[in-house]
């Protein structure tokens, strides 16, 4: 049995701990949140899970540690954690585009002998973009297409009028370390694909609003030496929060299921 901590208590948290509620191989039983979101964990999970508002206040060690949080969750609990010699999952990938974290986070991993997961989240063909770059990658670029109301509160707003949209319109063009600093809360796909492949500066972005649109569709393209490939998936959000993809929260119940299992994907 791995016993985990996990960072943040939002819509993918609870799906994790309803489905890993009733099996024997994975554990969540300690939670980390922020000083606002205690009493909300507290009356949702009762007392059989540990609840604290930082890493050195857990009743016990961790196996693994569970990043579901938030960008700013990497430098206080993450990077502590990997520095103490806990292996830690995260689904924060865009913050890595910020100046100095991948190489704060590799330097804590290394510092404590532990390891660093990074969950692909709502896209899929990772393994295969992340061996084309072994194998002679170009170019990748990446599209990512979501209803209007799913940009509020970013950037796009500035653009575009997002309640009177009418047609497909491009919100952002860019790298995808732009577009992971510029939209942090949709951009982590973006940042997941360059970091498999070309790089954050290299790999191609366009973040598009939709109306005709009722979820979210992520693609991309990549070719080089090895090929040409294309992915597409049109993503279902989770009942608990239309803006975070159910595939999300798979992946990063898959990568500790992977952790137990003899064999797997």
Avoid at 78 to 96: E, M, T, Y
Avoid at 120 to 145: F, K, P, R
Wanted: aromatic share 4%; glycine share 10%.
């Amino acid at each position: 049995m791995q016993h985990v901590a996990m960072v943040g208590y939002g819509a993918i948290g609870s799906h994790l701990m309803r489905m890993f509620a009733a099996d024997a191989r994975v554990r969540l039983d300690q939670v980390i949140v922020g000083a606002t979101g205690l009493k909300k964990a507290q009356a949702a999970l009762g007392d059989g899970v540990a609840i604290v508002t930082r890493l050195e206040d857990l009743p016990r060690r961790p196996d693994v540690l569970i990043e579901c949080a938030s960008h700013r969750a990497l430098t206080e609990h993450v990077v502590p954690a990997l520095a103490s010699g806990i292996d830690s999952i995260i689904l924060s990938i865009g913050a890595l585009a910020n100046d100095g974290m991948a190489e704060l986070l590799a330097e804590a991993a290394n510092a404590g002998s532990s390891r660093l997961k990074l969950v692909s989240g709502a896209i899929g063909a990772i393994d295969a973009l992340a061996a084309a770059q072994l194998g002679g990658l170009d170019e990748v670029v990446y599209v990512g297409s979501k209803p209007p109301s799913s940009w509020r509160g970013s950037p796009g707003e500035s653009v575009v009028c997002l309640d009177s949209l009418a047609e497909a319109t491009t919100l952002f063009k860019g790298s995808a370390r732009d577009a992971a600093r510029l939209y942090p809360k949709n951009a982590n796909v973006a940042a997941a694909l360059a970091l498999a492949g070309l790089g954050l500066d290299a790999t191609q972005v366009r973040l598009v609003a939709d109306p005709s649109l009722s979820h979210n569709v992520h693609s991309y393209t990549a070719q080089g030496r090895f090929g040409r490939m294309s992915f597409t998936i049109e993503g279902m959000a989770l009942p608990d929060n239309p803006k975070t993809s159910a595939l999300t929260a798979c992946s990063l119940a898959r990568a500790l299921i992977n952790r137990v299992e003899p064999m797997g994907f």
